[in-house]
């Protein structure tokens, strides 16, 4: 089974500033997609940015970036000049490329609180 | 445009009472459909998922059900909550099984606290 693990459970930054987060996951598949999900307190979840694995270029959103490590089954989120309305917990997700039963399942990890200080 | 919608927002309910949460889904048709649940300070956990009326598969075993009674329309049920029941429960859908690359969208939510 596939697992993914964010090893901070918090972390802050100035805001303006450049902040990185860190996600690893554990699979033996070679086809899959990646996500940075973001819960503000409105606990909405909103996709930030998406990882194709077959694909080698890094995915970009504006300010958001990723460091996709494949071997090293590394996915880090990059957030450039940070902003207030930054500050949110963020989850680091795997999906399988292959449909069990047509679902599209997520397995998330535990999350990284990010504040932004002013 | 598609939308979720996800109720009630917030529920408090006493050991032993019987749930029930809705979620429905508009502007799609034949969605995948997902319940997960967040405990406070982890991460989701898939609990259930559907990929069809009345096609309900669990993840996990647990006091809780789902049903899906129409395509649009995913419920979460329990007949005797539990203190564990307690957490944060996110409806999710995603498009049809062809699309590749498809992502997961989420409802706003229901934080139910058993007391």
């Known amino acids: 089974a596939q697992t993914v693990t964010q090893s901070q459970p918090e972390m802050s930054v100035q805001e303006a500033e450049t902040v990185t987060l860190s996600c690893t996951y554990d699979t033996s598949e070679s086809d899959y997609y990646l996500f940075w999900y973001k819960q503000p307190p409105s606990r909405q979840m909103i996709l930030v940015i998406r990882q194709e694995a077959y694909k080698q270029q890094n995915a970009t959103e504006n300010r958001f970036s990723v460091n996709f490590q494949k071997a090293a089954k590394s996915f880090s989120l990059k957030i450039s000049d940070s902003q207030l309305g930054d500050a949110a917990m963020y989850f680091c997700a795997y999906r399988s490329a292959i449909r069990i039963q047509g679902a599209q399942k997520l397995v998330f990890g535990q999350g990284t609180r990010l504040t932004i200080n002013p | 445009s598609q939308t979720i919608h996800q109720w009630p927002a917030t529920l408090v309910q006493p050991v032993g009472s019987p749930l029930s949460l809705e979620c429905t889904v508009e502007?799609?048709?034949?969605?995948?459909l997902y319940w997960y649940r967040q405990a406070a300070g982890r991460g989701l956990q898939l609990l259930f998922y559907?990929?069809?009326?009345?096609?309900i598969s669990s993840e996990v075993p647990q006091n809780l059900s789902a049903s899906r009674p129409q395509d649009r329309q995913f419920i979460l049920s329990s007949k005797k909550l539990l203190l564990s029941d307690s957490g944060f429960y996110l409806c999710?859908?995603?498009?049809?099984?062809?699309?590749?690359?498809?992502?997961?969208?989420f409802g706003q939510g229901t934080r139910l606290t058993v007391v």
């Open positions: 559907s990929v069809g009326i009345g096609q």
């Open positions: 502007g799609t048709s034949n969605p995948n």
């Open positions: 999710a859908w995603s498009t049809l099984p062809r699309a590749r690359n498809t992502e997961a969208f």
